[in-house]
């Protein structure tokens, strides 16, 4: 049955919304403008407080007052106002903590739906308080801002970390349908990363094995409770639908690709003065963190996304740079690869980026990253680019440049967006062994850059399998294909994007920016229609919607649990030290008497 869309109030909860960390948060917030559209101001995002919300413009609009008095007399705190992004949603930003106990709500989690939350540390309780919150929040304002007697009521939760907020909802307002999306499942990621090929031996996984082999079973039992009760269960594609099935037990309802939002993305396939002026930034800053200049038609490639070293093919990249920068060796063609990747670091490296030659590198013989990497021996791309000698000497013909930081125009080394450092470059390699949509190679295309992807990935198969062909999207081949033969073709993809005349660089520019348009959010957020009609179907057979709750019968809120069982409330004890031996106290927990002089 399709829904009323005018008198329905749809709610979305995710970790990410006005909180970039990775690609859920370009889902949320390149679609939010579609959303907006079909929902218009009956639709609200939540998402976590956490004091300096980027993006976030609180506001004391009269629409929020009801729902303000509501959540503080049931001491929820929360902040409200809109997401400065294009459609301006509407955001409530909930704050969870110290609000639970933690050992009772994973009881009740356990209790209800069999969660094992036993073996959950801090990454996984605090989303889960998170979620459960953002589902008290919403059944609040049923009473106020979405009374179901009104129109539906719908609840879309991203990712295992908002599922406790679908199970709170599932207890406390069963008339609002549930959806649950899963852009990866936590045992396909985890077994991938060790380098397992699941998509070969997925038959023979055991889940809850598995699980506990690699100590994710309180996330996948979250994972795979919520994919359970929701109404309608969604995934990004048909190749992480099929993971999910075996995985967390249900197959997806609807497939529901991701998209962009193509109105708010600039063409630049053929005016390249703004790119232009891009590039000779990167180029000037990475002259400063190599001590030399760079050809002004050296070809920039470009990885980003996600530190996963493996699963982001980040480690076949790199040793395809190698077999690139030996075949150059004897040429005039010179390559800049920017390493864009999200890892630990404490802050730009003054001495890097100075472009002082006085000043040594402590990164081997020059400088690679440009700010201070956390646990610089381990890292996994420093220690590749010695190893493969890629380290940015005078005479290699290819130079990587490390850059760990989040590309928000404040990073201290290029002091540019993502966006911006992406249309500048000549080719985005994104090869990928685990990737079950692939937001990194479907926005370097929309930006006009010729892209490199899998057919391990769900944008690579939407390229040949609903495009028919690959206009400008190289789509490598990784599944049942060796390590050595993947790094063999896409040193081959990558020698030829170097040495490509620029009149055909410029034709396939047109062609990616063409392909981007077809995976547009016009085309792509019908699939999320569909799975509100679903749950809103589901919702209805239970008999869930006539049985909601109007506001105008509910005078008073009284919160109140049964239970024959015990309940458990923690507590402290802190042991009182004589005063002589008081600061034993201060050296067990810190280290900061290991390096300090007088201790």
């Not at 094995?209 to 969604?234: L, Q, V």
């Not at 010179?334 to 630990?344: S, W």
């Not at 081949?477 to 033969?485: E, G, K, L, N, V």
Request: proline share 6%.
């Amino acid at each position: 049955m399709q829904h009323d869309q005018a008198h329905t109030t749809l709610f979305e909860v995710s970790w990410e919304v006005c909180n970039k960390v990775g690609g859920i948060y370009a889902v949320v917030s390149s679609k939010a403008l579609e959303a907006v559209e079909h929902y218009g101001e009956n639709y609200y995002l939540l998402g976590p407080d956490l004091g300096d919300n980027a993006e976030f413009e609180e506001t004391d609009e009269p629409c929020w007052k009801a729902l303000r008095e509501i959540t503080a007399q049931r001491n929820l705190a929360c902040r409200f106002g809109r997401w400065a992004i294009p459609g301006r949603p509407k955001v409530i930003l909930v704050d969870f903590r110290d609000r639970y106990n933690q050992g009772q709500l994973l009881f009740e989690l356990w209790n209800r739906y069999g969660v094992d939350s036993i073996s959950g540390g801090w990454d996984y309780v605090e989303p889960v308080m998170f979620s459960t919150a953002c589902g008290e929040v919403i059944e609040a304002a049923c009473q106020t801002l979405a009374d179901p007697a009104d129109g539906p009521v719908l609840a879309h939760f991203h990712e295992w970390m908002c599922g406790g907020g679908l199970l709170a909802l599932k207890q406390r307002a069963p008339f609002v349908g549930t959806i649950f999306t899963t852009h990866a499942t936590m045992l396909g990621r985890s077994m991938a990363g060790s380098g397992f090929d699941i998509y070969k031996q997925m038959a023979q996984i055991n889940p809850k094995h598995e699980a506990g082999a690699y100590n994710i079973t309180a996330k996948c039992s979250m994972e795979t409770a919520s994919a359970r009760e929701a109404d309608c269960f969604t995934t990004v594609s048909r190749i992480t639908a099929d993971e999910a099935t075996v995985f967390l037990g249900r197959s997806p309802d609807v497939v529901t690709p991701n998209g962009l939002d193509m109105r708010v993305v600039p063409d630049y396939a053929k005016d390249r003065s703004v790119p232009e002026g891009f590039r000779a930034k990167i180029l000037d800053a990475a002259e400063r963190l190599l001590r030399r200049e760079l050809a002004p038609d050296t070809r920039i490639f470009i990885i980003s996304g996600r530190y996963e070293h493996h699963n982001k093919g980040i480690d076949v990249f790199l040793e395809a740079l190698a077999g690139v920068n030996e075949a150059l060796r004897q040429s005039q063609t010179n390559v800049l690869a920017l390493c864009a990747v999200m890892g630990g670091h404490s802050g730009v490296n003054p001495d890097a980026v100075s472009g002082d030659p006085s000043r040594p590198s402590d990164q081997g013989p020059y400088w690679i990253s440009s700010h201070h990497v956390y646990n610089q021996p381990q890292d996994p791309i420093l220690n590749a680019c010695q190893r493969l000698g890629l380290d940015n000497r005078p005479e290699n013909h290819v130079q990587v440049v490390f850059v760990p930081a989040l590309l928000n125009g404040r990073d201290g080394f290029l002091n540019m967006k993502y966006e911006e450092v992406l249309a500048a470059c000549d080719l985005g390699v994104f090869p990928s062994w685990y990737e079950p949509w692939g937001y990194t190679p479907q926005e370097s295309a929309a930006h006009c850059v010729p892209t490199v992807t899998t057919d391990l990935s769900g944008f690579g198969l939407w390229v040949r399998e609903v495009q028919g062909h690959e206009s400008g999207v190289t789509v490598l081949p990784r599944r049942q294909t060796s390590y050595a033969d993947t790094v063999s073709a896409l040193r081959g993809v990558l020698l030829g994007y170097a040495s490509l005349e620029s009149g055909q660089l410029a034709q396939r520019r047109v062609s990616v920016r063409s392909l981007s348009g077809a995976c547009s959010w016009e085309h792509f957020y019908p699939y999320y229609l569909q799975a509100y009609d679903q749950a809103l179907d589901k919702a209805v057979a239970r008999g869930a919607l006539g049985a909601a709750p109007s506001s105008a019968s509910l005078t008073r809120v009284l919160e109140a649990t049964m239970s024959t069982t015990p309940t458990l409330h923690s507590f402290t004890a802190v042991a009182a030290l004589p005063e002589p031996i008081g600061r034993l106290r201060e050296l067990a927990r810190n280290l900061w008497w290991v390096w300090h002089p007088e201790c």
